[in-house]
């Protein structure tokens, strides 16, 4: 009874300012989302249907998985009010380091993997170390990690591609988690829903995801309405988190009804809750707002600037090394030229996700956003047949569409 009069107020205080001109003020945030659901539909009709089969979806999860993964750290880095163009050549190093020590050496994978992600974290803070206390632009210290790291991938793999790699290795990138519940329950749920075959557990993943997204939007706007935050209106706010709530569902049905659930859709959401809490929730994560926003005025208010941008370059080499592990392990093999320019599409993802190029601005679920927009632009071209050249423009299009909006919304709001 009480929460309904609360919202019945929420109501009222939201109507005044009109759901019109709350879009407008918050074009950012929803303008990327929106985009996601109009791409993905123009795409699945005009691939009849291709874009959204179940076989595709999970492609489209693996394939972007490694960008995914790099995004995250890459928020954190451009937040600050930098940028790292060295983390393709970083991860096709940390890929071509893992086939030097398990095909050539026999190392366990466990092993491997460890070693790999400290090597990664390693770089990171080499790199860190010059941007942050010696004062190197980013841009240059990076961009010489990027060529260094290239050249040190052609020596170590002798400019030959090695593998293949056991199965334990394989199992990060194109692994599944098995079903728990009895064949039986997925064969009445593929009778009702006229499929093959249902992954209960992949089902109600998305099912629990969905509720946890309700839950978690009605604690946050309750929360806000305590501390006296007018949020968005009431009915704009069921329909955003209903339109949230069935794509997931969607998305793992599809899932359900091919190999259930990819052992890098697990990475993906565990790192992007844990960077999304980071971010959003914690002093260490409001720091970096503040450093990549006013860096002297951070400085002055006593956060140690230089060890927090020292932190965020190692947490991208860390972030790029598993990245690293996961397309090594997707492809089965290493080769000099793996994550060759990958960092164009990292940069482009955080950008059109909504961050800002002079720091302090941007989110993790809209970097992760930004990175699958571009995976279904690729995706979908792919499909259709288009032209790598033409797929290169259309995305340095978009690109720069975004980067114009954002310099537009700080013009307008200045």
């Not at 609360?6 to 303008?31: C, F, I, K, T």
């Not at 194109?174 to 009778?191: H, R």
């Not at 047949?385 to 700080?410: C, E, P, T």
């Amino acid at each position: 009874m009480e929460l309904a009069e609360n919202e019945s107020a929420a109501v009222q205080n939201d109507q005044p300012s009109g759901l019109r001109q709350y879009l407008m003020s918050h074009l950012r945030e929803y303008g990327l989302l929106f985009a996601l659901i109009v791409v993905m539909i123009f795409f699945q009709v005009v691939t009849d249907g291709t874009l959204l089969k179940a076989v595709n979806v999970t492609n489209l999860l693996l394939q972007n998985s490694y960008i995914v993964i790099m995004a995250l750290g890459m928020l954190i880095v451009i937040v600050s009010g930098n940028i790292d163009l060295s983390v393709g050549s970083v991860m096709g190093f940390i890929g071509a380091l893992a086939a030097v020590m398990i095909v050539n050496y026999d190392v366990p994978v466990l092993l491997t993997i460890v070693a790999c992600l400290v090597a990664g974290g390693i770089i990171g803070a080499a790199q860190g170390y010059w941007i942050a206390y010696w004062k190197i632009p980013s841009f240059i210290v990076t961009l010489a990690g990027m060529l260094v790291f290239r050249g040190l991938s052609l020596w170590l793999l002798e400019g030959q591609s090695v593998g293949p790699f056991p199965r334990e290795f394989q199992v990060l990138a194109t692994g599944f988690v098995p079903d728990i519940f009895p064949s039986g329950l997925g064969s009445a749920l593929a009778g009702i829903f006229g499929a093959r075959q249902v992954n209960v557990l992949a089902l109600l993943a998305g099912v629990a995801a969905a509720g946890v997204i309700f839950w978690i939007g009605f604690r946050q706007r309750m929360r806000n309405r305590q501390y006296g935050i007018v949020g968005e209106p009431y009915g704009f706010f069921l329909a955003r988190n209903f339109i949230v709530a069935a794509a997931v569902i969607f998305i793992m049905y599809k899932l359900s009804t091919f190999r259930g659930l990819p052992n890098v859709l697990i990475t993906m959401g565990i790192l992007t809750i844990i960077y999304a809490f980071i971010t959003q929730s914690t002093v260490i994560g409001r720091r970096v707002y503040a450093l990549g926003g006013n860096q002297k005025a951070a400085k002055l208010s006593g956060i140690q600037t230089e060890r927090l941008t020292f932190l965020a370059f190692a947490n991208m080499g860390v972030l790029a090394a598993a990245a690293g592990l996961v397309f090594a392990a997707r492809l089965n093999t290493a080769t000099p030229k793996a994550g060759f320019a990958l960092e164009l599409d990292v940069i482009a993802a955080v950008f059109i996700g909504g961050a800002s190029m002079s720091g302090g601005v941007g989110t993790i679920i809209g970097a992760v956003v930004g990175a699958f927009l571009m995976g279904v632009l690729n995706n979908g071209m792919s499909i259709m047949g288009i032209g790598i050249d033409y797929q290169q423009m259309i995305k340095g299009l978009v690109l720069l569409a975004a980067v114009i909006f954002d310099v537009y919304n700080k013009q307008k709001q200045g």
